[in-house]
């Protein structure tokens, strides 16, 4: 029987080879051989911020079986996104010498912290020609009594995803109008020019209507995409309460600007305050409604609500508060006290 010679090669494997590219700041390593770029810490997540405590994760199997090990700026003297007391103490731990950390800014547009959904007024998407240049002489003069001249039946209305002429669909014909004044009701429609004229997204379509709950997000995306243009501070998320903006989109819009200034979503707010060089763009008012938009339980967060409407004499905060079956007292209590004050 024939001896076959095997030649066995011992080190790196094939995804090892000279001039590989390395990983940058935030990126993980993922194949065999893989480096962080010169001056790049390589940390595994064993250590974690959970909770606003440094957590030692090293043995527990979140860790060992499906930790990834991500590339990290530590020793820049900046605390980024990616980095924490816990993972890069370097940067974002304070010390004598250092007693107040530089967190990095992020400098992408403020329309990007989050996207509406967008309705061009210039295209007949959920709208008929007919009501289109209503809206849009509404929308661009500011004037709500074009909204009173509204025609009392659209004939030519097709709600989105609905086919103006017979598409066959796998043998089935698609729905087709035209739709006549029940599918499209008028005091919706009258509600949605309004809003449009003064650019309140109070005054669109009611949610709960069933025949074209569909339109109310419309309105309200179309007015909330159109604000985002003038988003250029955390003030913004507090201007457009009411008007563009609702609870989650104030958090959404909070939130985000806490991200771009400090960096990081886990980090607890009072810790970014007390430790950060600057809080700019944010003022003392914007840093206290984000300390109230963040408490999860809604008891203390209505009561931390109507204390900021008070303190700041800002009757439209009441309007966070949300719509549980004391929801409506609650806000009325939050107006009369801003008003007696």
């Known amino acids: ?6 030649l066995v090669f011992f080190g790196p494997g094939p995804a090892v080879f000279a001039g590989a590219a390395c990983q940058k700041t935030g990126r993980y390593l993922v194949d065999e051989g893989d480096r962080c770029c010169d001056g790049l810490k390589a940390d595994n997540g064993s250590m974690a911020l959970i909770d606003g405590k440094c957590v030692d994760r090293s043995n527990t199997i979140a860790v060992v079986l499906y930790g990834r090990t991500r590339c990290l700026a530590c020793g820049d003297g900046q605390c980024d996104q990616f980095e924490d007391r ?13 007693p107040k950390i530089r967190y990095q800014r992020d400098n992408s547009t403020p329309a990007d912290l989050y996207r509406p959904r967008e309705f061009p007024l210039g295209t007949p998407e959920g709208q008929s020609d007919v009501y289109r240049n209503y809206l849009k002489n509404a929308w661009d003069s500011g004037d709500a009594t074009i909204c ?3 025609p009392k039946r659209d004939k030519e209305f097709y709600p989105p995803g609905l086919s103006s002429s017979p598409v066959p669909t796998r043998g089935y014909p698609v729905r ?12 919706d429609w009258q509600d949605f020019c309004r809003a449009l004229a003064t650019r309140d997204a109070a005054q669109c379509p009611a949610e709960n209507r069933s025949v074209l709950p569909w339109l109310h997000d419309v309105c309200r995306g179309y007015l909330s995409s159109d604000a985002q243009k003038r988003n250029a501070g955390p003030g913004f998320c507090i201007d457009e309460i009411g008007r563009s903006l609702f609870y989650n989109e104030v958090r959404a819009c909070l939130s985000g600007w806490k991200n771009r200034v400090f960096g990081g979503a886990r980090r607890p707010l009072e810790e970014l305050v007390a430790t950060s060089a600057s809080i700019e763009p944010f003022t003392e008012k914007e840093l206290d409604l984000l300390r109230c938009v963040e408490i999860n339980d809604p008891n203390p ?8 409407a008070v303190r700041w004499d800002n009757s439209r905060v009441c309007d966070l508060i949300e719509a549980d079956p004391l929801g409506e007292r609650r806000r009325a209590e939050c107006r009369n006290g801003v008003n007696a004050k």
């Open 301 to 308: 967060r209505n009561r931390c609500l109507t204390d900021f």
């Open 86 to 98: 816990c993972n890069c103490p370097e940067d974002c731990l304070p010390n004598r010498s250092r």
């Open 148 to 150: 009173e001249r509204l």
């Open 176 to 187: 087709q109008g035209p739709f006549d004044q029940e599918s499209a009701p008028l005091e």
């Open 1 to 6: 029987m024939p001896i076959v010679a095997m």
